[in-house]
């Protein structure tokens, strides 16, 4: 089993950033994946997350109306769109799945993947 997340990097407060997680060795339909971030010297902070059955569900306060979760089966891919950035959503962007979408809420997820930098620069 494999989460690859991509598409972080450096852009301007204001501006947006699209990341990706593409899943394999799964069944994707039976999965709830989601993001989390980890700013530096904080918390890992849960975000959001999405399954099959469910659609999408954003639990950060901190991001909601400015952050999308969205799914692509064909692909195996789930994305986070990120508008509006500023500078404290500055992390590390990791995504994760589980069969059991509760553990995407309480942030102990079955499956990790590696973290994507987001510098948001003011």
């Known amino acids: 089993f494999q989460l690859q997340a991509s598409g972080g990097g450096l852009v301007q407060a204001g501006g947006s950033l699209r990341l990706s997680c593409v899943a394999s060795g799964f069944h994707f339909d039976d999965l709830a994946i989601g993001w989390f971030r980890q700013a530096p010297g904080k918390e890992r902070e849960g975000l959001s997350y999405i399954s099959a059955t469910t659609g999408p569900y954003t639990f950060a306060d901190s991001v909601k109306g400015r952050f999308t979760i969205s799914r692509d089966a064909a692909k195996n891919t789930v994305y986070l769109q990120m508008d509006s950035l500023k500078p404290e959503d500055t992390a590390v962007y990791s995504c994760?799945?589980?069969?059991?979408?509760?553990?995407?809420?309480?942030?102990?997820?079955?499956?990790w993947g590696q973290g994507t930098l987001v510098t948001v620069s003011s």
């Open positions: 994760a799945a589980d069969r059991i979408r509760a553990r995407l809420r309480t942030g102990v997820p079955t499956y």
